[in-house]
């Protein structure tokens, strides 16, 4: 098989749904979802109630605080142990409850990780189902991180990622 089968992502979920179908998707074009260091399991358990599932896809059990969107996505950037990181459902609770006062917030948090991605220079994917049309979407687009409205999609975008990266590698080995 080729080394593209075997790259790490690390995903984030606003939801146990969208966490199963992130798994399902990848592990079904033969990318891998490392468990989480016992570390970044500490650092979450600080943030997160008492019942999260505690593994890789990390499930944000529908927090509607933006911030530990940016805590878990800084973690798994800055970590060896992911290649790339999948982010789903990020600030669509504004937007679809009767919150709207989150909108700002999760625009200035949009801006923090649209940073965070910039700094530790590791391949990062949103995927918003809800739609490309919220602020917070335009805000990371801006910022040069791709965002789609499928988790399928986004998953076959990751494996040609990995694909054109393999196969550049093989070219420098001729």
């Known amino acids: ?23 399902d998707a990848l592990e079904s074009k033969g990318l891998k979802l490392p468990p989480l260091p016992n570390h970044i399991v500490k650092e979450l358990n600080k943030i997160l109630p008492p019942f999260w599932n505690k593994r890789n896809p ?8 933006p911030e530990p969107y940016k805590v878990a996505t800084e973690l798994l950037l800055k970590d060896k ?32 990780i649209a940073k965070l991605v910039k700094e530790y220079n590791k391949p990062f994917i ?27 999609k986004a998953a076959r975008v990751i494996k040609a990622l990995v694909t054109y990266t393999t196969y550049l590698k093989s070219l420098h080995k001729m």
Request: hydrophobic content about 45%; proline content about 3%.
């Open 81 to 112: 142990s992911y290649d790339i990181v999948l982010l789903i459902g990020y600030g669509t609770f504004g937007r679809i409850s009767n919150m709207p006062f989150l909108i700002p917030k999760e625009d200035t948090v949009a801006k923090e």
């Open 58 to 65: 990390i499930d944000l059990v529908a927090t509607v605080d």
């Open 126 to 152: 949103v995927v918003n189902v809800f739609g490309r049309e919220f602020s917070n979407v335009r805000i990371l687009e801006e910022h040069g991180v791709p965002v789609y409205t499928s988790i399928e």
């Open 1 to 23: 098989m080729k080394n593209y089968l075997y790259l790490r992502v690390g995903v984030i979920s606003a939801g146990g749904g969208w966490s199963v179908e992130a798994s």
